[in-house]
């Protein structure tokens, strides 16, 4: 994660300054939060824009981003996502955190965590910190929606791994030769993760398929 090396004085956090975005179509969000951070010399508020486009059309090397899940423009939360953490920022979701389904969703594709806008200001703060320390932000609320995903397969640690090489493009025995097993069990790990997919009506027959439900969990990172 890239960080300005910059030093705060006095600060409990690491002695860098992380750089915070934030996708908002309320502008008095916006508003708020910059008045927030601005006590916080270890956090500096960059930009806020009401869509994920904007933002991006700015040009900010940002840290961590906070975003809206829903957003007047009708940009998919999996877009909005993949679009961000492609510039190497980590997103937190920043939402009223009453749709059950697009908290999944931004789950899938990779957020590090989630924050209520009902929550007081030093949950906000301490959500950012731990987020620009690359931990993950795990709500009990955030987990239960996870956990009660219907369309989640549910793959284990080293299934993913194989999942993230396999779908990324390399072939089994590069896989293998990459995990420090063998090629059967490479393969044994794919037709199960093709079973588990398969067992929440999310088929993945295909090698382009297992790529798109790679994408859509947020074990790969999306198109460009």
């Known amino acids: 994660m890239t960080v300005d090396s910059r030093r705060v004085e006095g600060s409990a956090y690491p002695r860098t300054v992380s750089r915070v975005g934030l996708v908002d179509d309320h502008a008095v969000v916006g508003l708020g939060v910059r008045a927030l951070l601005a006590d916080h010399p270890d956090l500096e508020f960059v930009a806020a824009e009401p869509t994920v486009a904007d933002l991006l059309a700015g040009g900010a090397d940002l840290d961590v981003v906070l975003l809206d899940l829903r957003l007047a423009d009708g940009s998919s939360v999996w877009q909005n996502i993949s679009r961000l953490r492609q510039t190497g920022a980590e997103v937190l979701a920043f939402t009223s955190g009453d749709d059950v389904d697009l908290v999944r969703a931004a789950a899938r594709a990779g957020i590090a965590g989630m924050v209520r806008k009902s929550e007081d200001s ?13 931990e993950v932000v795990a709500s009990t609320e955030w987990a239960a929606a996870v956990d009660s995903d219907p369309h989640a397969p549910g793959l284990s640690p080293r299934e993913r791994q194989v999942l993230e090489l396999y779908a990324s493009g390399e072939k089994a025995d590069r896989v293998a030769r990459l995990l420090g097993v063998s090629r059967e069990t490479v393969l044994d790990h794919i037709r199960r993760i093709r079973v588990k997919y398969a067992a929440v009506e999310r088929p993945a027959h295909t090698k382009v398929e297992l790529y798109m439900r790679a994408v859509e969990d947020g074990v790969l990172p999306g198109p460009g």
């Not at 030093?122 to 690359?134: D, N, P, Q, Y």
């Open 122 to 134: 030093e949950h906000l703060l301490e959500a950012l910190r731990h987020v620009c320390r690359g």
